[in-house]
């Protein structure tokens, strides 16, 4: 049975498509604010690629902190959405937020499992978040600093 806590959802506008995947969402609110065409949550689908012109939607999915949204050119198939990373890892723990670890890694978690996360991945910094040891967007709420 498919793992429904790594669901991803495409929603594509003929030339490119929008790759969703909430369980890297920072919930930072950036997509919506944004761009609140394309990316609104009160609605069903919370996506509408048709909401706005490519360029302004490609521009906007680049802005998301965490790659939860991510795109793709439909003429050139999936596997070329930017985003996929040789680099080194590279740690930046952000102002009254969380920590980014850029880079692909390999996460042994404490109950023993083990999960492979690849480009970006954040995790929380202040305690506070749902999704240990992934940010949830919580520190906001929590007013964290630090
Ligand atoms: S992390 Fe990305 S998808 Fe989530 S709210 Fe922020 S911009 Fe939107
Ligand atoms: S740093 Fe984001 S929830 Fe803790």
């Known amino acids: 049975m498919a793992d429904k806590s790594r669901i991803t959802k495409k929603y594509s506008?003929?030339?490119?498509?929008?790759?969703?995947?909430?369980?890297?969402?920072?919930?930072?609110?950036?997509?919506?604010t944004g761009?609140?065409?394309?990316?609104?949550?009160?609605?069903?689908?919370?996506?509408?690629?048709s909401g706005a012109e490519t360029k302004k939607?490609?521009?906007q999915v680049e802005q998301c902190p965490s790659k939860a949204l991510s795109f793709f050119k439909n003429s050139e198939g999936e596997n070329q959405f930017s985003g996929d990373s040789e680099t080194e890892t590279v740690i930046e723990a952000k102002p009254n937020g969380p920590l980014f670890v850029y880079g692909n890694i390999l996460i042994?978690?404490?109950?023993?499992?083990?999960?492979?996360?690849?480009?970006?991945?954040?995790?929380?910094?202040?305690?506070?978040?749902?999704?240990?040891?992934?940010?949830?967007g919580s520190h906001l709420k929590a007013?964290?600093?630090g």
């Open 13 to 32: 506008n003929g030339e490119i498509t929008i790759v969703w995947k909430p369980y890297l969402c920072i919930h930072s609110q950036k997509c919506f």
């Open 35 to 49: 761009l609140p065409e394309v990316f609104d949550p009160a609605k069903r689908p919370w996506i509408n690629a």
């Open 57 to 59: 939607i490609i521009s």
């Open 108 to 136: 042994k978690k404490p109950d023993g499992s083990e999960e492979d996360r690849k480009n970006v991945t954040v995790f929380c910094r202040c305690g506070n978040s749902n999704n240990k040891p992934f940010c949830d």
């Open 143 to 145: 007013g964290f600093k």
